[in-house]
């Protein structure tokens, strides 16, 4: 008897699996970001504050991580592409992540030709750190890890 339900046990497992792996992904659950908006009434209109100063776009120095590298040279990204995403990039607020690593800040926006998505995180001493680089139109092959 055991052997006709055997597959069966097997598969519902493995669905219980699958289910809880992604159910527990990074990214999976809405994140309560701490951005602040203030509005200020000022005679005929209202101005928008933002109070999320974490991210310095004109940080002194920029770091690249191993695995935004690979992305990197997988996908023909090169610097001055990061360093005019990181200047002229609109940050994507439904994607920022916040973790016990520190926030992660997407910032997209075209630049050489490529549409392009460059995950930041802002580190200490006027230093942001290159998470990873996604071209948003070009599906590249990579065997990054």
Known sequence: MLKKYL???ILFIAACAIWFIKSHQRGHYVRNTDVQTINVIH???IISVDNDDDFNRSASK???SK???CRMDCRHIDEAEVK?????GKVNEKKIEEDDRGKTYPLEGVAEGHHLRIVF????NDVVEVVTCIDLDTD???DCK
Do not use: T
């Open 7 to 9: 597959p069966l046990i």
């Open 43 to 45: 005679a005929d209109s």
């Open 62 to 64: 920029i770091i690249y």
């Open 67 to 69: 695995h935004a590298k």
């Open 84 to 88: 005019a995403i990181l200047k002229n």
């Open 121 to 124: 995180a802002p580190k200490e």
């Open 140 to 142: 590249w092959d990579c």
